[in-house]
């Protein structure tokens, strides 16, 4: 993960502890927070940009943020994932340039195949005018010594969908109606121009309030913060900051598997393909770039983030439920008013930690044992964990799953090949499980670790849970009393 912007998560994720620290003490207002801005860019002497003013409209961006507000710079934007125009201003706006490997070939097969006209001899190589340049790559496909290369911005490059432009000044835009939430974009921006709404302000309020405000983990949790830290250690943390309690999101995988297992049942039978409904960012790019297929062919079971909302306030009426995770489209999901009583907010692993140090809290290991999802329900957070568990649930109801074909779409351009397969008609496979992160939720462009350090603290911690199946499970949870359909009915 990048961390530049003289650490640029670090950076970024002081501002939002700073921001909490100031909730906390009833300061959030105008004055005290240009007080923070100043304490975070004293001056007079820049620390990573051009100059103190620049660095310290950063940080008033980074603040807004913090607040769940937009960026001035896209005052009316809705969108979680948001651009400081500010910070954004030091990639080539030139997709295409030419190296110094350029000869002055006597053929200028560049000027000649370039029907744009934006290739001319500059002083020591060839130039390209970025004003007319098309990006159609022509130039470089000719050229005898590979000597023009494409520079592909890496927010672009990140974007599985294609919903990052740029303006006149070389600005990055995210065209909203293309844009599916990822975030992937974010953490590959090596200026730290790109962030998301954080919902810390409005959680720090509830708890203020008195209100009943309980944590629901994602299932990729456990080896986020290593081997020692267990779900109960998770738990212990929350309660000690002011959460009512704590409840694995696995619990929620069980809950997903048992009913969607049915509906795979049902079209199976049918002949109908379908596709998972637990990644908000493959259903947003279902629903914004394959309306016909969001329509005909996904799952309408909810997300076990929703699932477990649902149980929670369904049995606790009134409290105020927050999902933990590695994942920026699961605050779009709770945002999305089509799917009723949904998480009420959403914060990422780096989030939490930043309201954690507002309180002076840190995670440490305890010796009481916590678990209410099956084993199941736990490997939701990697790829090709939900379609496991659906096929456990109706292998567990007795059916005959051994001619069943799946297929375990990770990253945003394995999603995008299967939705285009299915849209065509030409998809082999009966059942699609789509996670636009790679590797699945573990690889969440918000996980704490590196990939690879918390698959194995994970498979420590996950050996230690018991082998109980996941019909069974549900039966010591009252599904009777909310329901398990994206509408609510």
Not at 12 to 20: G, L, N, R, S, Y
Not at 118 to 133: E, N, Q, S, V
Not at 275 to 303: G, R, W
Not at 375 to 400: H, L, N, P, T, Y
Request: aromatic share 6%; charged share 25%; net charge neutral.
């Amino acid at each position: 993960m990048v961390t530049n912007d003289f650490g640029m998560n670090s950076f970024k994720h002081k501002v939002m502890e700073e921001v909490c620290r100031l909730e906390w003490n009833d300061q959030n207002d105008q004055e005290h927070i240009e007080q923070l801005v100043l304490k975070m860019i004293p001056g007079p002497k820049p620390q990573y940009r051009c100059c103190v003013f620049k660095e310290r409209e950063i940080v008033r961006q980074r603040i807004l943020l913090a607040q769940a507000k937009p960026t001035t710079y896209n005052p009316d934007s809705e969108n979680i994932v948001q651009v400081i125009d500010s910070a954004c201003d030091e990639c080539p706006i030139s997709a295409y340039s030419v190296t110094d490997n350029c000869r002055f070939c006597m053929g200028k097969a560049c000027i000649n195949t370039c029907p744009f006209g934006a290739i001319t001899p500059g002083d020591f190589h060839m130039h390209i005018d970025p004003a007319k340049c098309k990006e159609c790559g022509k130039c470089a496909e000719v050229c005898p010594y590979n000597a023009i290369v494409h520079l592909e911005r890496p927010c672009k490059k990140a974007c599985p969908v294609g919903a990052i432009t740029y303006d006149e000044n070389g600005y990055c835009k995210i065209d909203e109606d293309k844009c599916i939430q990822c975030g992937h974009c974010i953490h590959s921006c090596p200026f730290a121009a790109i962030g998301s709404k954080t919902f810390l302000v409005d959680i720090i309020k509830e708890i203020k309030a008195g209100k009943e405000v309980i944590a629901m983990c994602a299932p990729a949790t456990e080896g986020q913060f290593g081997e020692d830290i267990s779900m109960a250690s998770i738990r212990e943390g929350l309660k000690k900051m002011g959460f009512a309690d704590m409840i694995e999101v696995g619990l929620g995988g069980d809950m997903t598997a048992a009913y969607e297992s049915e509906e795979w049942a049902h079209a199976y039978k049918e002949g109908k393909k379908m596709t998972t409904s637990c990644c908000p960012a493959f259903i947003n790019m279902l629903k914004k770039h394959f309306p016909d297929q969001y329509k005909e062919n996904m799952s309408s079971t909810v997300s076990p983030m929703c699932a477990i909302s649902r149980y929670l306030k369904a049995t606790r009426p009134g409290c105020v439920t927050v999902f933990v995770g590695p994942c920026i489209a699961k605050k779009a999901e709770a945002q999305d008013k089509s799917v009723p009583d949904n998480a009420d907010y959403v914060v990422t692993y780096g989030e939490l930690r930043a309201l954690m140090r507002s309180r002076d809290i840190a995670f440490t290991p305890v010796k009481d044992e916590y678990q209410e999802s099956s084993i199941w329900g736990k490997r939701f957070a990697s790829s090709g964990g939900v379609a496991a568990a659906v096929i456990e649930c109706m292998q567990e109801r007795g059916e005959d799953t051994s001619e069943i074909k799946l297929l375990k779409a990770h990253g945003g351009a394995e999603c995008k090949k299967a939705l285009m397969l299915l849209k065509a008609g030409k998809l082999p496979e009966d059942f699609i499980e789509g996670m636009v992160c790679p590797g699945g939720c573990v690889g969440g462009p918000s996980r704490h670790k590196n990939i690879n350090e918390i698959n194995k603290a994970r498979e420590t911690l996950l050996s230690t849970a018991d082998d109980r199946k996941v019909l069974e499970n549900l039966k010591d949870y009252p599904m009777d009393k909310f329901s398990m359909h994206r509408n609510g009915k």
